[in-house]
């Protein structure tokens, strides 16, 4: 037998037991929503919203403003003053502006009443630009969340104005308009959806996906280097849709808001979170 003829033969008995072998498998690639999840979780506790809630603490104890008085006094809806909890159960009506308001509008009302900051100067700009500093209703925003970490959510329907506010928002959150005739609920009417590696959730209606989306807002986004509030976020939506702008604290704002707190109720508030 010839060399060659030798290896052909070796060759052809491999194969033969190659079948019957017991090769482990090779690992599953993890799929795309699971390694955006790892990823999270690899930097959660380093979160730099941390940095925004020492600020908000800061601030919410430091007499400021033209009157030199610190937001000791605010009433976020549970009393003056009490600051844990009070975000989950926000947005809620107000019988001292006989509004339904969120965390950001009571915000701004507490530092121009109490402090005497002027309205349109400080929502001038209440966003941060991209790795700029955290701009103070920012940084109290996240104090806020912060100290309602850990609460049950539960957006009030008691009184006919947050019922009305809530059945607004679900109305906008339906409406469709713009040159690409979108809605809130193209992107976030039902699930499976995804834009590139982001998956959509579903926030049309109560469940775990709506509290698990609500629960983290406020939230620092990595890719922008910045602690974004709700607003934001639905104002960024807005601006997606190629939208006119949404003003900030708008009866608009607060009902989309109202619409997405009610549908986490009995979630579990967990923000500041991190968001890609």
Partial sequence: MTRGTAVAATAIRIAAVLPGLAWPAAPAAPSTHEAIEDYRARIADDNPAELAVAK?????REARGPRGASLGRCDLGLGPGIVAG???????WFADTGAV???EARIVHCMTTLQGFDRETLIAKPFAGAAEP?????????F???????????????????????RRGRALFHYRAGPYDFSCASCHGSAGHRIRLQELPDLSRPGPTARATYAT???YRVSQGALRTLEWRLADCF??????????LSPVAIDLATFLGVNANGGTMDAPGLKR
Wanted: aromatic share 8%; charged share 25%; no cysteine.
């Fill in 239 to 248: 601006r997606q849709q190629r939208w006119p702008r949404l003003r900030y």
């Fill in 56 to 60: 908000g603490a800061s601030l919410w």
């Fill in 101 to 103: 308001m969120d965390l």
């Fill in 217 to 219: 807002w406020p939230a």
């Fill in 144 to 166: 806020v969340v912060d100290a309602a970490r850990g609460a049950t959510i539960d957006v009030p329907q008691e009184r006919p104005e947050e019922v009305a506010a809530y």
């Fill in 134 to 142: 955290t701009t103070d209703i920012e940084a109290i925003a996240a």
């Fill in 86 to 92: 009070a975000a989950a159960r926000l947005p809620r």
